[in-house]
DNA sequence: CGGCCGATTGATGGACATCAATGGGAGTGG
DNA sequence: CCACTCCCATTGATGTCCATCAATCGGCCG
């Protein structure tokens, strides 16, 4: 499967052809893991990253009383726990959302990757600040919007980046993720997303129902978010 | 001053002498900055990073509604922006929160410094990593703990970091923010931050007044806190 | 068919927000 | 040196958003 692209390298056309390659072929192997599959356990030391394939992943943290709270959804393209490699061991766990696809890169392999290339590494680098980014607008969500927009928000930005690896347009997408999920992601509880996800689809700005998002006016349901998609670097 | 050690490169003893000097010298100057200064605003091309010297800075988002989001403190040591060297913009405004002193790194010189050492490269990526990290514990704070085991729970990350550079002890610190920042940190209301600060005063938890937080019982505040040092990579 | 999980809804409670006012300390200008 | 102002801390009263408790329902699967 080496052959394959992994990486959504056209997106970055500063890349050579050799650095392209190099990263195709940095990994070991793929693999297929059912849901909710625990991938990584905080605190374990870990050598080697995991590229989304298919499926979705998320990275969560469990607190002392029970709760759990989701840290980071994960869609195809992504390369979900790339800080490993500098951190060598991850502080909160990641888990499969769905049935997934990943492929392996082990770090041994990354860092060949960073001593060929300087560029290559920025391109890392600059994969995990965006995550990082995208882990402080989560913060201005849940600190300091209301529920139903803060779920409205995390819709726009699933939108907004499933758009960008073709699974969503204008009109949607499919998110196979639960409600329980969505509220652990939000800071909510079941109960009170559940009224949301109502009251978003009686103002009919989103419909989420099925597994799947479906969005009647993009911009309105952007204005209502307050969603501006900056913060995820698409340039 | 380029003959100052501005990076706490002690804790990094993989560094050679050769990497720890090509860092120092990357420093292009020093310089002074009052409190309530805007140092970053979002958005802005940028080509250069601060670590911050002397004092307190604070990264923020503002939202349309009228509010700030605080998304980090940073204490002297801390390399604030270093994410903007492969992001090339912020997407939040960074201020400093006290009077400060900072030294500036041209893009150009950290571009010099990866070129040189992949082990640097690697040392300032895992910085930018645990800075975000962190951000994923405020996003657990504000996503599942109490508002008075919040803020708790701030004031034990702030020692642990400050414990760390000599800023602070067992007994407490000084912390020259204001109830105001605090809230805006912990996405609370200053009045209802205000409450909490007297509960844990009354609580013999944690003492903040007069720019100072004095800690009683270490053990008893890090309990109520559901603190771990984990997120922190003190390793 | 029974059991389980997720979605849904109602009733009630509580944590935190909002509104409003006072007080104190620091800086400033008369 | 004393008003005056401004910012920050503080407190009370009230309101509301979201949590909690509890129950039902439907679909899926063994």
Redesign the pocket.
């Known amino acids: 499967m080496t052959t394959r692209s992994f990486l959504m390298t056209h997106r970055h056309p500063r890349l050579t052809d050799a650095e392209r390659t190099a990263l195709n072929n940095a990994v070991a192997h793929v693999r297929e893991v059912p849901a909710r599959h625990v991938l990584v356990r905080e605190g374990v030391p870990l050598s080697q990253c995991t590229l989304l394939t298919r499926g979705f992943i998320h990275r969560y943290k469990d607190t002392q009383d029970g709760r759990r709270q989701i840290l980071a959804l994960h869609i195809p393209g992504d390369f979900v726990d790339l800080h490993s490699y500098p951190l060598k061991r991850l502080e909160h766990s990641v888990a499969a959302t769905t049935d997934v696809e990943i492929a392996v890169f082990p770090h041994q392999a990354i860092r060949e990757l960073t001593l060929i290339s300087p560029n290559l590494t920025e391109l890392l680098w600059r994969s995990t600040l965006i995550d990082a980014a995208i882990n402080r607008e989560w913060l201005v969500s849940i600190g300091a919007r209301?529920?139903?927009v803060r779920i409205a928000h995390l819709f726009c930005e699933l939108r907004a980046r499933m758009e960008r690896v073709g699974m969503a347009d204008e009109h949607g997408f499919e998110l196979p993720i639960?409600?329980?999920d969505l509220a652990d992601a939000t800071?909510?509880?079941?109960?009170?997303?559940?009224?949301?996800?109502?009251q978003l689809r009686d103002q009919k700005l989103v419909d989420f129902?099925d597994r799947r998002v479906v969005i009647h006016d993009l911009d309105r349901l952007i204005d209502f978010a307050q969603f501006d998609t900056g913060y995820l670097f698409f340039d």
């Open positions: 209301s529920a139903a639960t409600q329980v800071g909510l509880t079941p109960v009170h997303t559940n009224r949301m996800v109502r129902r």
